[in-house]
């Protein structure tokens, strides 16, 4: 048994390895002993021992070779240097915040956590005043809206994703065609009237059946989404098939155009690289070297990552995966992932269907109801000055409800909807956004919430108007297409066409101009404020315009 003495009868250490003093827990008894040299500065009693030790480490025989001697010194100073102090010592260094500009922290999930829970929140709170006023916890005309004619619902969208097939029989027939039939002939005018008819129809098929508002909007974006799909694909495929008949004409190169190739604008391709070579064919001399010619135009011919060759492309089952995969342009191909991330699908489909259930509640929970009043006191009223007094009211009571709904509208479509679709085709490019959040002027944002839509207006508006007009009109043009969309959708959803988001969205032109000043450009969060706060203002104020006026 270890003994409490240090040495043998005779005075002499007696080499028994005893256990480690216990630490006195009173600071000033451990002051106490530091002050009078008892307490080593790893914490321990002085002890006299020579040989072994009861210290932290084993001790170093005097035979150990020079490297573990080295670090038994190191380890020494080391533990040295240590100080046992009451108040520990606070580091002070040169930091920014979380928060600020400079701060290379960009990990805010819990706010992001939080939102969900204010969220839910909101739907309780809400479904206890439900249960106190009704004695249910939901009204029963949100589940009218969401069930009305789901059938005819399902088998009109049906109907319509089918019809849209018709573009690749028909741009088979253009590749095989040797004289009228050609894109470059009569193809792209049968196609562009086709695709005007197509859109007369489905626009006015919900008014034939009088659905109800939620199968409204989403029959109208769907309609516009599959426009916009079957218009890249015949437009692209009809630019291969005259890229092939010109390769084919080379055999006899006697007769073929020897004009230069034409390169079709990628959606990665910048507006500035289109501009540039629109200016690149301008310059160029109208005869190239055949072998040069040739090569540039076997090269659109195939896909960028090298693995389909215009025309095995034109089959039902490639346009089916087309229009499944989350993008509004046609490629050859797409980069994929390996396989499908079926809990990563599921949980997508699942936050699908609860922000429907959300955006519903929202809707009839805190803006019907604002809407439906206001309609009932504008009835008797002549006064201008007595109708702007409600409709200010009005906007400012759905400021915060129309801008909980457009960012659950932000997160259902391009986070859940397009994430689920991706899922489900393998498509590896899951970058439908950027942070338009800080956008500090108008153009940015339209650049970067909707990145699929910006890809189509940028290579089939604005790149296919560059060669004809001035960079300035195809401006113009792409953001009059783009207004005219947005007519579109209010238009549908309200069943009035008064051509408020038509001006909304044109306006933003001189906006952008004014922005784009240097004094005012520089002040990045000033635009930022100026740019949230005339979104939420727009979003209640289109509303309450559509509706009430």
Excluded at 203 to 215: D, K
Aim: proline content about 5%.
């Amino acid at each position: 048994m270890a003994s409490s003495s240090s040495s043998t009868q005779n005075g002499g250490p007696d080499h028994i390895i005893r256990p480690r003093p216990v630490k006195p827990s009173n600071p000033m008894v451990l002051r106490a002993q530091s002050e009078e040299g008892n307490l080593k500065p790893n914490g321990h009693v002085d002890t006299i021992l020579s040989g072994s030790s009861s210290g932290r480490s084993t001790p170093l025989p005097e035979d150990a070779p020079p490297s573990a001697q080295s670090i038994s010194s190191a380890r020494k100073q080391v533990r040295a240097q240590q100080k046992h102090r009451i108040f520990p010592t606070v580091e002070y260094a040169a930091r920014v915040s979380h928060f600020d500009p400079r701060s290379e922290y960009r990990d805010f999930r819990g706010f992001f956590v939080l939102f969900w829970i204010g969220l839910a929140i909101m739907v309780i709170t809400t479904m206890l005043r439900n249960i106190k006023d009704t004695g249910y916890p939901l009204r029963h005309h949100m589940f009218d809206l969401l069930t009305t004619k789901t059938w005819e619902l399902a088998l009109s969208d049906g109907a319509m994703v089918l019809s849209t097939g018709v573009s690749v029989p028909f741009q088979m027939l253009c590749r095989r065609s040797k004289g009228w039939l050609r894109w470059e002939n009569l193809g792209m005018p049968i196609q562009s009237i086709f695709q005007l008819g197509w859109l007369v129809l489905w626009v006015n098929w919900p008014f034939i059946f009088n659905w109800t508002w939620t199968a409204q909007v989403f029959f109208t974006l769907h309609t516009l989404v599959l426009l916009m799909k079957m218009h890249s694909y015949s437009f692209y495929n009809g630019h291969l098939s005259t890229t092939e008949h010109r390769l084919s004409a080379l055999d006899n190169p006697e007769s073929a155009s020897t004009a230069a190739a034409v390169r079709y604008p990628s959606p990665s391709t910048q507006l500035d690289e289109v501009d540039k070579a629109v200016e690149d064919k301008k310059n160029e001399d109208e005869k190239e070297t055949l072998t040069q010619l040739r090569e540039d135009l076997a090269l659109e011919l195939i896909s960028p990552l090298g693995q389909v060759t215009y025309p095995n492309n034109l089959s039902m089952m490639n346009y089916a995966d087309y229009i499944l995969c989350p993008t509004l342009c046609y490629e050859l191909e797409y980069p994929r992932t390996l396989r499908i991330n079926w809990m990563e699908l599921f949980y997508k489909t699942l936050a699908v269907f609860g922000c429907i259930f959300l955006l519903t509640l929202i809707s009839e929970e805190f803006i019907v109801p604002v809407l439906r009043d206001s309609a009932v006191r504008l009835e008797g009223i002549d006064s201008w000055s007595d109708m702007g007094l409600i409709l200010g009211e009005t906007i400012s009571q759905l400021l915060f409800p129309f801008m909980m709904t457009f960012l659950i509208c932000f997160l259902v479509i391009f986070e859940y909807v397009l994430g689920a679709f991706a899922e489900i085709t393998c498509f590896a490019d899951r970058h439908f956004y950027s942070d338009w959040w800080n956008s500090s002027d108008w153009l940015e944002f339209s650049r970067e919430w909707n990145i699929p839509v910006h890809h189509f207006l940028r290579r089939h508006v604005y790149g296919a108007s560059r060669p004809y007009v001035s960079r300035n009109t195809a401006t113009l043009i792409t953001f009059l297409v783009s207004a005219f969309g947005h007519e579109l959708v209010m238009g549908c959803i309200t069943k009035k066409l008064r051509g408020y988001g038509f001006a909304a969205q044109m306006s933003q032109l001189p906006i952008v101009a004014v922005q784009r000043i240097r004094i005012v450009r520089s002040r990045k969060l000033l635009n930022n404020v100026l740019f949230w706060c005339s979104m939420i203002l727009g979003l209640s104020m289109m509303c309450a315009l559509y509706v009430l006026v």
